[in-house]
C-alpha cells in the first residue's frame, strides 16, 4: 500500500502559495483570485486561510519575496574573480538588470510606483542586498589601481545607470543592454585614441 505523503507544516504552505501567487500576480495583478491561487497552488481554497489572514496579507509576502536576493547572490558568488574586470562587470549587470526588470514588471502588475517602505526595511531584504553590494564590491576590488573612483564611486555609478537603463519608462522603451551599460561605465562615450583627435 503506498504512503500518502506527509502534510506540509505551516511555513511550507506558507512558501508553495508565495510562489504560486507571483506568477498570477503577473498575470492578474492586484485582481488575482483566492480561487486562482488555490488552484495554482493545488490545495482546496480554505487552505490559504489557513497560513494568511486574508489574499492581501499574501499579496503582501509575495511582493516582499521579491525583493528578498534570493539566488542573486548565489549568482554574483559563482562569477569568477579572475575573469577580465570588463566580463566580470557585464555578468554582473545581466544578473541584476534581470532582477530589476522581475521587480518593474511586478511593480506595474500591481499598480505600485515603487516597493512599501516596510519591504525595503525587513531585516531580510535589508541583510540582502548588503551582502549582494558586498560581493559586487569584491568583483571590482582587484582592479581598484585600474579605476579614477574609489570601487564604493563606480558601483554606485553602475547600479545607478543599471537600474535607469532598465526601467521601460525611464529608457523610453529602449532599454540598456549590458555591455552597453558596462562599456559605458568603463569607457564613456567618447574615442580617447589618437586617431580620433585628428
Do not use: C
Amino acid at each position: 500500500m503506498a504512503r500518502r505523503a506527509a502534510p506540509m507544516s505551516p511555513e511550507e504552505r506558507r512558501e508553495a502559495l508565495i510562489r504560486a501567487t507571483r506568477p498570477l500576480l503577473y498575470e492578474h495583478g492586484l485582481r488575482v483570485t483566492t480561487r486562482l491561487i488555490a488552484e495554482a497552488a493545488g490545495v482546496a481554497e480554505g487552505t490559504i486561510f489557513r497560513v494568511f489572514a486574508s489574499k492581501d496579507e499574501l499579496v503582501d509576502a509575495t511582493v516582499a519575496r521579491a525583493f528578498e536576493v534570493g539566488d542573486v547572490l548565489t549568482r554574483l558568488e559563482e562569477i569568477d574573480i579572475d575573469l577580465p574586470l570588463r566580463e566580470r562587470m557585464v555578468a554582473m549587470t545581466t544578473i541584476l538588470q534581470q532582477r530589476f526588470l522581475a521587480i518593474f514588471r511586478l511593480m506595474s502588475a500591481i499598480g505600485a510606483v515603487g516597493p512599501p517602505a516596510h519591504v525595503m526595511e525587513h531585516p531580510d531584504v535589508a541583510a540582502g542586498m548588503e551582502a549582494a553590494r558586498k560581493r559586487q564590491l569584491a568583483l571590482l576590488e582587484p582592479d581598484r589601481d585600474r579605476l579614477t573612483m574609489p570601487p564604493e564611486r563606480v558601483l554606485h555609478a553602475w547600479r545607478v545607470l543599471t537600474f535607469a537603463g532598465s526601467h521601460a519608462e525611464i529608457a523610453e522603451g529602449d532599454l540598456l543592454t549590458p555591455t552597453e551599460i558596462v562599456d559605458i561605465v568603463l569607457n564613456g562615450v567618447v574615442d580617447t585614441t589618437e586617431s580620433s583627435r585628428d
